[in-house]
């Protein structure tokens, strides 16, 4: 019961605890070198399905430069997670919030080194509102959650991928997750903390939530700007409008009582990733490490928008998957 109590309000720590089946847990690391030349995302994560007898846990290895993806695939017996903090092992490989350290050798490729963390950003976790989800992490049965663990930190350490070395020493990086049974049907993400003024990160989701038989898009982002945070949150009284998609961008606006933020994002070269589809990872997602996402950033003084920041953030992780139009028109039904 304790252990139940306390992940709501940990949610970057192992949630799966007491699951076996259509189950997936994954963790987002995401690292750019000084030069802003490369760009990695290393997923380390579980798949629980034991109807498809497929039960494992991974590590994937998203690369900006050769647009490759490698999944690594483990035992399930090689995944071990603390109850209390972010402390991950899977096999040799060893996660936390502060540290990676990689001695991966499979059929797929070579990845070792250790990559530290200092200086977090996590979402905040209050007493009604534990992190991202707000209150709908309170509520059960959820297709999937979501955690931001930190929108931006520095990094030092170097890895060695597939023979060549990146030195992240100076870079900057970010860490998210996601954990249920599978990956909405539809949905946008992004996220960028290279913007031109320095440790600034913006991260934004919507996505399709199905509910009783139905379904409606929900949404959510975070922006952190000179060492303040502001949520925009479908469960903090923020609306989405303006949503356009095509291929390979989307732009839209959120507005809360005294605050705005204009989106426009687009994407290219994206590699492919794998999915979880009721804890079995059988879907792909095409994610790009070259987004460019722009924001305008806005207060509302004295009747009038005052601009307080605008600019491009480069290096953004951009997807944008599934129907478009289903996005679009489960907005629609919440506005109705």
Same mark, same amino acid.
């Given at each position: 019961?304790?252990?139940? $109590? ?15 089946? *259509? ?9 750019? %070198? ?5 760009? #990695? ?21 998203? %690369?900006?430069?050769?647009?490759? @993806?490698?999944? *690594? ?6 995944? *071990?997670?603390?109850? !209390?903090?972010?402390?991950? *092992?899977?096999? !040799? ?17 070579? #990845? ?14 209050? +007493?009604? &509102? ?66 031109? @003024?320095?440790? !600034?990160?913006?991260?934004?989701? #919507?996505? @399709?939530?199905?509910? +009783? ?14 060492? %303040?945070?502001?949520?925009? !949150? ?8 303006? $949503? ?14 005294? &605050? ?12 492919? +990733? ?63």
């Amino acid at each position: 019961m304790f252990y139940t $109590l306390l992940k709501t309000w940990k949610p970057s720590i192992f949630q799966g605890q007491n699951r076996s089946n *259509h189950y997936f847990e994954g963790w987002y690391f995401k690292l750019v %070198d000084a030069t802003a030349k490369n760009v #990695v995302a290393i997923i380390p994560g579980v798949a629980l399905n034991k109807k498809a007898n497929d039960s494992h846990s991974f590590i994937q290895v998203l %690369d900006n430069v050769s647009h490759s @993806t490698h999944y *690594h695939r483990f035992p399930l017996e090689h995944f *071990h997670a603390s109850k !209390t903090i972010l402390d991950i *092992h899977i096999g !040799t490989n060893h996660f936390t919030s502060n540290l990676m350290d990689l001695k991966i050798d499979t059929d797929e490729g070579a #990845v070792s080194g250790k990559v530290r963390m200092t200086g977090l950003h996590p979402w905040p976790v209050k +007493l009604f &509102r534990p992190g991202f989800m707000g209150w709908y992490a309170f509520v059960p049965f959820m297709q999937c959650y979501h955690g931001a663990v930190s929108f931006d930190h520095l990094l030092s350490g170097s890895l060695s991928i597939d023979g060549r070395t990146i030195d992240f020493s100076g870079g900057r990086g970010y860490i998210e997750k996601d954990w249920g049974n599978s990956f909405p049907r539809s949905w946008i993400w992004m996220q960028s903390n290279h913007f031109s @003024t320095p440790g !600034t990160s913006f991260m934004a989701s #919507v996505a @399709t939530i199905p509910w +009783l038989g139905r379904y409606f898009t929900g949404f959510g982002a975070g922006l952190l700007y000179k060492g %303040d945070f502001f949520p925009f !949150t479908k469960w903090n009284g923020t609306r989405l409008e303006n $949503l356009r998609i095509d291929p390979d961008g989307v732009a839209f606006s959120l507005i809360r009582s005294d &605050r705005k933020v204009e989106v426009t994002a687009y994407g290219k070269d994206a590699g492919l +990733l794998r999915s979880p589809v009721f804890g079995e990872m059988a879907g792909q997602v095409a994610e790009s490490l070259k987004g460019e996402i722009h924001i305008d950033f806005s207060v509302l003084k004295n009747g009038s928008w005052e601009r307080v920041f605008s600019g491009a953030g480069s290096n953004g992780g951009l997807e944008i998957m599934g129907d478009s139009e289903e996005l679009i028109q489960g907005l629609q039904a919440v506005e109705r």
